[in-house]
């Protein structure tokens, strides 16, 4: 007793596939090879990397595995018998317009045009999304 540390801290991580205007993300890449990076430099004591993602960009292609995801990391924190520690989520997106990272305090995917014109997948509805 008494020689506890702070609860862990699991990060889960999402990127996008590619899509219009953007033939390859830089974000998949990033989150596609980013388990196997922090294996071989480690993570820092008290963190855990969760989850890794790419998400398809249209719009119902990325809900089923994004809501997976989440449901799979509350499941997990129930499961632990200890305390549970806290979870972050962090989400890489991409601006092919930028010329440096740039970091958003919140990010609305406005959608709402016909899917099969702006994304990569042939859907006829339209969409809005507010992530």
Request: aromatic share 8%.
């Amino acid at each position: 007793m008494g020689s506890e540390g702070p609860p862990a801290v699991t990060i889960h991580v999402t990127g996008f596939k590619k899509f219009h205007g953007v033939a390859e993300n830089p974000t998949e890449t990033i989150v596609g090879n980013l388990k196997e990076y922090m294996k071989k430099k480690g993570m820092p004591k008290g963190v855990i990397l969760g989850s890794c993602s790419v998400l398809e960009t249209a719009g119902q292609g990325a809900v089923a595995p994004l809501y997976q995801t989440f449901q799979s990391s509350i499941k997990s924190k129930d499961s632990e018998s200890s305390s549970p520690g806290r979870i972050i989520w962090i989400h890489f997106g991409v601006n092919s317009g930028a010329t440096r990272f740039a970091i958003e305090h919140q990010a609305v995917n406005e959608a709402t045009f016909a899917v099969r014109v702006g994304m990569e997948a042939t859907e006829s509805t339209h969409h809005s999304f507010g992530w």
